[in-house]
């Protein structure tokens, strides 16, 4: 389980490297992560500062001293945009920014246990640095939430869900509605410890597949598709958070 959790980690901390590059090379700020209002003139410039930010993110992660510091202020800007960016979408209409909102609470809550489980950092009072350590467990459940709502995502959006599956597999509507109950029973499990640690495997391994054959395809076919490398990195980051996560948890759960 070592090896997986490692192997997430690393997964996780590629994605986030691949959105700031993204962000930097393009010019665009991510709006998965950050649907910025319209009326907000030189987006390029956020779009610039939302790459360096997470390129130094990526940074500080992949550091021992840093890592720790790094993923605590990771998850705290994903929250702040979930706060003022997110939920002004969702309180007219929920449906469609509702998968864009989960995935952004679920990658800060993987940034949280992240942050729990670095070595302490000098960058991070003893206090803080204790704090995070105890209250690691809000990232699990964070990510198991946003699993349950990825359920209703799919439920709602079955046609556009099943149209991203590729041509050469059977049952598309099935296989829409077989991923999105999967992700109702993993949420589940992880907010109940019930059989945690393997659901947690098993979301990794199933996010895994949708970037081998679904994700690399396209973007192999449409290298100009924008958002289709987004949503890749994101489905990267929460493969990774998956496995990393599943790591915290003892090997009963």
């Not at 997986?4 to 090379?25: E, K, M, N, P, T």
């Not at 992560?33 to 997470?54: K, S």
């Not at 192999?220 to 289709?228: Q, V």
Request: aromatic residues 12%; hydrophobic residues 60%.
């Amino acid at each position: 389980m070592k090896d997986v959790s490692r192997l997430g980690r690393r997964l996780f901390i590629a994605a986030i490297w691949a959105l700031g590059i993204q962000a930097l090379i393009c010019a665009t700020a991510i709006y998965e992560l950050e649907p910025l209002p319209a009326w907000i003139h030189h987006q390029e410039v956020a779009a610039y500062l939302t790459g360096l930010f997470l390129v130094a993110v990526g940074v500080g992660l992949s550091t021992d001293y840093l890592a720790r510091i790094a993923a605590v202020v990771l998850s705290s800007m994903l929250l702040i945009w979930i706060l003022l960016l997110h939920v002004r979408l969702l309180l007219p209409d929920p449906a469609p920014d509702l998968s864009f909102a989960f995935e952004t609470l679920a990658l800060a809550g993987a940034a949280w246990v992240l942050a729990g489980r670095s070595a302490d950092s000098s960058a991070l009072s003893a206090r803080w640095s204790a704090a995070v350590s105890r209250t690691a467990h809000w990232g699990r459940h964070a990510f198991g939430i946003s699993l349950i709502a990825f359920c209703a995502v799919n439920v709602i959006y079955h046609d556009f869900i099943a149209s991203m599956i590729p041509a050469w597999i059977p049952a598309h509507l099935f296989w829409a509605y077989f991923t999105g109950f999967a992700s109702l029973a993993a949420g589940v499990s992880i907010l109940s410890g019930v059989w945690a640690r393997a659901a947690l495997v098993l979301t990794g391994i199933m996010y895994g597949s949708w970037v081998l054959v679904i994700h690399v395809p396209y973007v192999s076919a449409h290298p100009h598709a924008r958002g289709m490398w987004t949503d890749m990195f994101i489905t990267m980051a929460l493969a990774g958070g998956a496995w990393m996560i599943a790591g915290t948890i003892p090997s009963a759960g």
